[in-house]
């Protein structure tokens, strides 16, 4: 079953209250340094409001991204944890109208510092760590746009509908089933369409 869509019509203490991150438009970036200076047990809880990222050639965004996440210091470095909702522009897979489909997305991750919050010196990955764990930039900066368009890519359905019993579209003609009366003589369909004609679409 294709994931149902909506048609378009056009240096604190741990436990700190939530804050506003980003103003609208703004990238998933935030400066950690007086988190990382806090000690181990310390979070850091941000609001994201109209935040929009670009998600490849082939993927839009059709909502801004909404949501929360909290940052936690631990003795390497930050726990990540984000729940953000969004929409993306899609197509029904059985009528081909234009859609905008729900999305909703959790990142549960770990990032490392590069850069030592004291010394100023670099840190180099630990044997067998490779690349695999989130890195703050060299300015203690946490960059969640990677991390975040490669969730929602992930996110996104294979079939969406524009309603879950949606009819699709007629074998003969190729309009929308439910846009009227479908009563075609056997004869008038379009050769091009003919492999249409035994199709039933899964639901």
């Given at each position: 079953?294709g994931?149902?869509?909506?048609?378009?019509r056009g240096?604190?203490a741990a436990?700190?209250p939530?804050t506003?991150?980003?103003a609208?438009?703004?990238p998933?970036v935030?400066?950690?340094?007086?988190?990382l200076a806090?000690?181990p047990g310390?979070?850091?809880d941000?609001?994201?409001a109209?935040a929009?990222?670009?998600l490849?050639?082939?993927l839009?965004?059709?909502?801004p991204?909404?949501g929360?996440?909290?940052l936690a210091?631990?003795?390497?470095?930050?726990?990540?944890?984000?729940?953000?909702?969004t929409a993306?522009a899609?197509e029904c897979?059985?009528?081909?109208?234009?859609i905008?489909?729900?999305?909703?997305v959790?990142?549960?991750?770990?990032?490392?510092?590069?850069?030592?919050i004291?010394t100023?010196?670099a840190i180099?990955?630990?044997p067998?760590?490779?690349?695999?764990?989130?890195?703050?930039?060299?300015?203690?900066?946490?960059?969640l746009e990677?991390?975040v368009r490669?969730a929602?890519q992930l996110?996104?359905?294979?079939?969406?509908?524009?309603r879950?019993?949606?009819p699709?579209?007629?074998?003969v003609?190729?309009?929308?089933?439910e846009?009227g009366?479908?009563?075609?003589?056997?004869d008038?369909?379009d050769?091009?369409?003919?492999?249409?004609?035994?199709f039933h679409a899964e639901?």
């Amino acid at each position: 079953m294709g994931a149902r869509g909506r048609v378009r019509r056009g240096g604190r203490a741990a436990g700190a209250p939530v804050t506003s991150a980003r103003a609208l438009g703004a990238p998933l970036v935030w400066n950690v340094a007086g988190l990382l200076a806090d000690d181990p047990g310390s979070t850091r809880d941000y609001e994201v409001a109209g935040a929009t990222i670009n998600l490849g050639d082939d993927l839009r965004l059709a909502d801004p991204i909404e949501g929360r996440v909290r940052l936690a210091r631990t003795n390497r470095g930050l726990i990540v944890t984000a729940d953000l909702t969004t929409a993306i522009a899609a197509e029904c897979a059985r009528c081909l109208r234009d859609i905008e489909v729900p999305i909703q997305v959790r990142i549960e991750d770990e990032a490392l510092p590069s850069i030592d919050i004291h010394t100023g010196a670099a840190i180099r990955p630990e044997p067998g760590e490779g690349d695999e764990p989130l890195r703050l930039t060299a300015h203690h900066e946490l960059d969640l746009e990677t991390a975040v368009r490669e969730a929602i890519q992930l996110a996104e359905p294979i079939a969406p509908l524009c309603r879950e019993d949606c009819p699709g579209l007629c074998p003969v003609c190729g309009e929308r089933l439910e846009d009227g009366i479908h009563d075609h003589p056997s004869d008038d369909i379009d050769p091009r369409l003919e492999a249409l004609r035994n199709f039933h679409a899964e639901t």
